[in-house]
């Protein structure tokens, strides 16, 4: 007898197809914590299982069976971790489903819970897609729903779990974050607006997760993907979302003193398609956070004062003199502060302890493995001196613990140097993150580097020097140090002020000496790069034993308004001591933050949502000239808002009225900034909540 067909024909099972899919998309997001991505795709973190009702275009027979994958890419492959095959299962609590569990099938639907894996899923976008299988013959392949994967922080099957939910709260879910800036004499904190959930930042992700080859099997390991994205974040060797730039002249972009989000910036990259004109530090690890909370990935912006930028390697900075005292350029250079960031994450690769907080760069300095990108690295490996793990351990160290020397050109066709001072202690202070759930600083400088000159930190120099090559010889001479020079000079300036300081030089020893002094006060960026020289002052002179001289300074604020008005402080350099050789000099720079004024921010404490609320601004014009520019204000769920273009007379007061509408329930920061041609780096913020 001929075998018995099933009870439906061919044409149906090709006709086959999906008529709807409930997504259950409220229920799964919060279950998910991606309640607040503003997005009609289906947004999951891996490791959390999420339900579908499935309706198909005919009833399912008996004896038919479906068969579910996920599919990434154009070509899907089980070793490339592109395709992933969920089989029937019936789950385990405590370990990894991969699979799915199907609830019922009754009529013409299919309620099924999917299990995807916490560790090995890759993060992007996926298509889940199912057949229907009766005996050998299998349907066309049908797609359910697509999928936006991340990474997940509440699962501790993930590489990146982080079990303190406040921490998640600050670094996975928080939008608005603070940014030191300044020196270590003076810290100033700025508002910075992250945005992850806005509707670009998702789709930045995801276009810049497919740009330069990053491999399938990378995307699950959140190290790849974040040293992946600290390359992409700056523009320097792809075609990346900021392009950096230190001259001082941003005629052709916008001043990296003017930003204070990263929503902005991410928008006018999707926007051009090409790289956004201009980026420093801060901007860039503003950015850079923006992208892995938006990912998943839990991260945090951070400051380190007096940042080491060490270009060969050797763990010391070196500053060069010249005969006359004068100081010379140098390869080397310490920043007053640099920005960058840590990831959280384990490291399975690397020995057990050094998971946690890993230090990651996308501000483009040096090169590594042919990029410019640094990290991540891990924060207990820098303290320890721990060098040769992955990645760029050597140059992270050197941020935070390399020694300063200063040499002085002995004759001008030599190449010898004397070697006029040392400091073991000047780099890496004040390390600066903003505090979990309070917009505060908090110190964090113990978890990079142990106390100065403790054994702890001497042994961690140690092991770390077995990592670097020596390109200078340290040998000293001892000489007498007399000569005692003693800078009088505040740390704070207001901008446009005069700069008025004093030297006072001690004569300790028990006869008359013949002394010098050079002061050379230039304009630099914050990052050691040199603006402009704006006056070289030299004093010589005879002072008796035991005797003191001092000696007055005066810089117009006329002479270095015109040369610092975008951006950057003053740095003053000091040489001296006694004209007699065989004594020891002195030598020091003190770095002079030039102080913006801030603008006021007149606004009810208490905002209704969806509606247009009057925000008052005002600042003064520091400038001995009218200025002209436009204030822009931003925050979370808060719709953009500028004014119209203003000119504000010299030395005068600019009051403007602008609305703003928010739509985001809570309490949040309102930021505005001014942006103008003439000067940068004046903004402001003030406290509000949306009800």
Not at 197 to 225: G, W
Not at 517 to 525: I, N
Request: aromatic letters at 10%; glycine letters at 8%; proline letters at 3%.
């Amino acid at each position: 007898m001929p075998a018995v067909r099933p009870s439906y024909s061919k044409k149906k099972e090709e006709l086959l197809s999906i008529k709807e899919v409930d997504l259950f998309k409220d229920e799964t997001s919060k279950k998910h914590f991606t309640s607040a991505y503003e997005s009609n795709d289906l947004v999951l973190r891996r490791g959390i299982p999420f339900k579908l009702l499935i309706t198909l275009s005919r009833d399912v027979v008996p004896d038919e069976n479906f068969v579910f994958e996920l599919r990434m890419g154009g070509r899907p492959m089980v070793h490339h971790g592109s395709l992933i095959r969920l089989p029937a299962l019936n789950p385990v609590t405590d370990k990894e489903n991969v699979g799915y569990k199907s609830y019922y099938t009754t009529g013409n639907t299919i309620l099924a819970e999917f299990y995807t894996s916490g560790q090995s899923t890759s993060v992007g976008e996926w298509s889940l897609c199912m057949r229907s299988v009766l005996g050998k013959k299998r349907s066309k392949r049908l797609t359910v729903t697509d999928i936006i994967m991340l990474f997940n922080p509440w699962c501790k099957f993930d590489p990146v779990y982080m079990a303190n939910e406040k921490w998640r709260d600050e670094y996975v879910l928080n939008e608005e974050g603070m940014q030191f800036v300044g020196n270590r004499h003076r810290i100033s904190g700025i508002d910075w607006h992250f945005g992850q959930f806005e509707p670009v930042v998702l789709k930045t992700c995801l276009k810049l997760l497919r740009m330069e080859n990053l491999r399938y099997s990378d995307q699950c390991n959140p190290a790849m993907v974040a040293r992946h994205f600290s390359a992409l974040v700056n523009s320097q060797d792809d075609d990346g979302v900021l392009e950096g730039n230190w001259s001082g002249d941003y005629e052709d972009g916008i001043s990296p003193g003017s930003w204070n989000g990263s929503v902005e910036i991410l928008e006018q990259y999707m926007e051009s398609g090409e790289p956004v004109k201009y980026g420093q530090c801060w901007v860039f690890s503003g950015v850079f956070t923006t992208v892995m909370r938006c990912l998943g990935i839990p991260a945090r912006s951070l400051t380190n004062f007096d940042s080491a930028h060490d270009t060969d390697g050797n763990l010391t900075i070196d500053y060069h003199f010249d005969m006359e005292g004068e100081p010379m350029d140098n390869d080397d250079s310490v920043w007053n502060f640099h920005v960058w960031n840590d990831v959280w994450m384990a490291r399975p690769y690397l020995p057990e302890g050094h998971g946690g907080w890993q230090a990651i760069d996308a501000t483009p300095q040096e090169t590594s493995w042919g990029k410019f990108r640094c990290g991540p690295m891990s924060l207990e490996a820098i303290k320890n001196g721990k060098l040769g793990y992955d990645y760029d351990g050597a140059f992270i160290y050197a941020e935070v613990n390399a020694s300063k020397r200063y040499w002085q050109k002995k004759m001008d066709e030599s190449d010898e140097w004397s070697l006029v001072r040392s400091h073991d202690s000047r780099i890496g202070n004040n390390i600066s993150t903003k505090a979990v759930g309070r917009f505060e600083r908090e110190d964090i400088t113990s978890q990079y580097k142990f106390a100065e000159h403790t054994p702890e930190e001497r042994l961690s120099f140690q092991n770390a020097r077995k990592f670097v090559r020596r390109t200078h010889e340290e040998s000293k001479t001892e000489k007498l140090q007399q000569i005692q020079v003693v800078p009088n000079i505040s740390s704070v300036l207001h901008f446009g002020n005069n700069l008025n300081f004093s030297v006072q030089v001690n004569n300790t020893s028990d006869k008359q000496q013949n002394v010098f002094l050079r002061v050379v006060t230039k304009v630099m960026q914050y990052n050691g790069s040199l603006v402009a020289k704006v006056s070289s002052d030299r004093f010589s002179g005879s002072i008796d034993a035991g005797s003191s001289e001092t000696y007055h300074v005066r810089v117009s604020s006329s002479d270095y308004l015109k040369l610092l008005t975008k951006s950057g402080d003053l740095k003053v350099s000091f040489l001296g001591g006694c004209e007699d050789k065989e004594q020891e000099s002195f030598v020091s720079q003190v770095v002079v933050d030039v102080e913006r004024p801030t603008i006021s921010i007149e606004v009810d404490s208490k905002l209704e949502a969806n509606k247009s609320h009057k925000v008052k601004l005002s600042f003064t014009n520091p400038l001995k000239q009218a200025i002209q520019g436009y204030f822009k204000i931003t925050g979370a769920g808060l719709s953009a808002a500028s004014s119209k273009v203003v000119k504000i007379g010299a030395n005068k007061t600019c009051n403007i009225e602008c609305t703003a509408t928010v739509k985001k329930l809570g309490e949040h920061r309102l930021m505005a900034s001014f942006i103008s041609s003439s000067v940068s780096g004046i903004r402001g913020a003030s406290n509000i909540i949306v009800y």
